[in-house]
């Protein structure tokens, strides 16, 4: 079965600042990888996601993530974050022939000024 | 844009009722889902559906029922409430066929067993 993992419950950053959210996952076979974002009393929303074709993904909010197959990760990155994306970031997957998602426990991410 | 609806933002139930919450999608989505959401763990599948009548459980079914009579329209019973399910609750939906649909979400209900 598959698990996603991600490394850190919890990444404070100041406004301006790069920012990079850990996912990992594990899976035997093909997969494919979304990011969500989850801001404060609302439903989670589709960033971005990974199917196939190129390894560098780019998402709404100037977020992109890169497919790393041998490192069986994909990380979400944002070179200058502002205050308003302070939210909950949730990495999740599927296995090939599955409908259902698998989601990471989520990562806080505060940005302060 | 997809809407997808639940019938409660907020909910405050007493142990031992039976409790409903309800979700609706205008897309015409096949697949719907109710998850839910505690701190430090992520979002975890109680039920999906993937055509009216049809269930699946998921990862946490104990304690949980669904029904879905109509497409649009995908309800999560709690037949007798106990404080262990005080807890965000997600309905999502997307369409059936596809591993790599986007899953569209409710906004949520926050539900609490006193």
């Known amino acids: 079965a598959q698990s996603v993992t991600q490394l850190d419950s919890q990444v404070p950053v100041f406004e301006e600042a790069p920012v990079e959210l850990r996912c990992n996952y594990s899976?035997?076979?093909?997969?494919?990888l979304f990011w969500y974002v989850q801001y404060p009393n609302q439903g989670l929303q589709l960033l971005l996601k990974?199917?196939?074709?190129?390894?560098l993904v780019k998402g709404i909010n100037g977020f992109e993530a890169e497919f790393n197959k041998s490192q069986t990760s994909f990380h979400l990155r944002k070179p200058s974050v502002h205050i308003s994306d302070t939210a909950e970031y949730f990495c999740?997957?599927?296995?090939?022939?599955?409908?259902?998602?698998?989601f990471g426990k989520g990562t806080k991410l505060t940005v302060n000024p | 844009d997809v809407k997808v609806t639940q019938s409660s933002r907020y909910l405050v139930k007493r142990t031992g009722e039976k409790v409903f919450l309800e979700c609706v999608q205008d897309?015409?989505?096949?697949?719907m889902f109710w998850y839910r959401q505690d701190p430090g763990l992520g979002l975890r599948l109680i039920y999906f559906?993937?055509?009216?009548?049809?269930?699946e459980k998921g990862d946490i079914p104990e304690g949980y029922s669904v029904s879905r009579e109509k497409k649009e329209r995908f309800s999560l019973i709690l037949e007798s409430a106990s404080t262990n399910q005080t807890s965000m609750y997600l309905c999502?939906?997307?369409?059936?066929?596809?591993?790599?649909?986007?899953?569209?979400f409710g906004p949520g209900t926050r539900l609490t067993v006193l």
């Open positions: 999502a939906s997307t369409h059936g066929g596809g591993t790599y649909n986007e899953q569209f």
């Open positions: 899976s035997s076979v093909s997969v494919y």
């Open positions: 990974y199917l196939s074709g190129s390894t």
């Open positions: 999740a997957g599927t296995q090939g022939g599955s409908e259902k998602l698998v």
């Open positions: 897309m015409d989505h096949e697949n």
């Open positions: 559906s993937y055509d009216v009548k049809m269930k």
